[in-house]
């Protein structure tokens, strides 16, 4: 790794990792083992989001899901995790790469299945109007006056 | 890496490369050794691109530049390339990300200067009304009805 690094470089290593998620409650326990550096925002990005995004063994990238108005890109770079869409499950490898398109309503998320943590780089840009889409559960994450909440697919509070 | 793989997932080794420039026929020399993979667009992705990009020995990334309105993050995936920017140069090896926020009037451009490949991941935003700034040389990419064009700074065309 490079050292000494000053903006507009980073060192991941650097930035702290915002671990878990704001899903109500019972939706928690799922993503308790993701971990996300949010470099973008070091970096000063606004017009979308950047994370390097650590699974460890067990845990899921996030519930199954797909957004409305936001694309959303992954890259590989350690590690292994499961694709689970519509169609069934993949297998992801270092390298490989995955995008999820805004409006295509096909949930995904990425299972670490092994004993080993999983790292990728994750793209989502920003659009107000985005909402997402939790095929499996009854979840659903809509923007009010205070910002993106969750609640229920009938629009009833958690 | 993963065989088999199916969209939503790509191997990026799939992707053709697309090579060099569409700068002006003086500028093409500096950037010839460059290719992308345009993963973003392979992935059906339109709010933003994704390009995975090698820059072979003595070549350079793009002339430097600015954008007014795209956010651009790099992550370098292997080989060692040089930052250059207002404030001089640093080194960035494999595993340290960059971003040059929309608006910010600091050109950048990234050179090898080793003697194997570099590789990084790219990502862009998508702004119609984004123009690119090169404060090195007489050059100013702007946006027409018929797309975006480069011209010297006068607005005459090359």
Same mark, same amino acid.
């Given at each position: 790794m490079s050292k000494n690094l000053k903006l507009p470089a980073i060192d991941p290593a650097t930035v702290e990792p915002v671990r878990g998620s /704001? *899903?109500?409650a019972q939706f928690k326990p799922g993503v308790a083992g993701r971990?996300?550096?949010r470099l973008g925002d070091a970096l000063g990005l606004k017009n979308f989001?950047? /994370?390097l995004t650590t699974i460890k063994p067990g845990a899921a990238s996030a519930l199954r899901h797909w957004h409305s108005h936001e694309d959303e890109f992954i *890259?590989?770079?350690s590690g292994e995790l499961v694709l689970v869409i519509d169609a069934g499950e993949q297998l992801l490898t270092a390298g490989v790469?995955?995008?999820f398109p805004a409006g295509?309503?096909?949930g995904h998320c990425l299972i670490n299945r092994?004993?080993?943590d999983a790292v990728y780089l994750e793209v989502g840009d920003r659009k107000d109007?985005?909402?997402a889409r939790y095929p499996d559960v009854d979840l659903d994450r809509r923007n009010t006056p205070a910002g993106r909440t969750f609640c229920r697919k009938d629009g009833t509070p958690y």
């Open positions: /704001n *899903y109500p971990s996300k550096q989001g950047v /994370n *890259y590989i770079l790469a995955a995008g295509k309503a096909d092994t004993t080993r109007e985005d909402k």
